[in-house]
Nanobody
């Protein structure tokens, strides 16, 4: 059974930092691109970042570029999202997702087939 489990969310003050983790199990992790998505109340889901199989390709939404960093450790079957300089606008449920593709670069609008349950990030003073 392929599973993705997010963790690391919580309440943080504006300007603070959090590191989200996505733990994978049940599949050959390094054959999948991994994306981070978020959804705030009453808003559509949006792509935040993605990372390719070996980590050589990354992509970021303009709203988080320069503040967030995605990384992966294939030996541990883990993907991370380091979130710095957090803003109230970053408040959302964050999800990791996986897609298997022959493409070398990750793309946020790929059809991600496997999703975690999400972890809540709240940025508030």
């Amino acid at each position: 059974q392929l599973q993705l489990v997010e963790s690391g969310g919580g309440l943080v003050q504006p300007g603070g930092s959090l590191r989200l983790s996505c733990a994978a199990s049940g599949f050959t992790f390094d054959t999948y691109h991994i994306g981070w998505f978020r959804q705030a109340p009453d808003k559509e889901r949006e792509g935040v970042s993605c990372i390719s199989r070996g980590g050589g390709s990354t992509n970021y939404a303009d709203s988080v570029k320069g503040r967030f960093t995605i990384s992966r450790d294939n030996n541990k079957k883990m993907v991370y999202l380091e979130m710095n300089s957090l803003k109230p606008e970053d408040t959302a449920a964050y999800y990791c997702a996986a897609v298997r593709t022959v493409q070398a670069t990750c793309v946020m609008n790929s059809r991600y087939l496997y999703w975690g349950q999400g972890t809540q990030v709240t940025v508030s003073s």
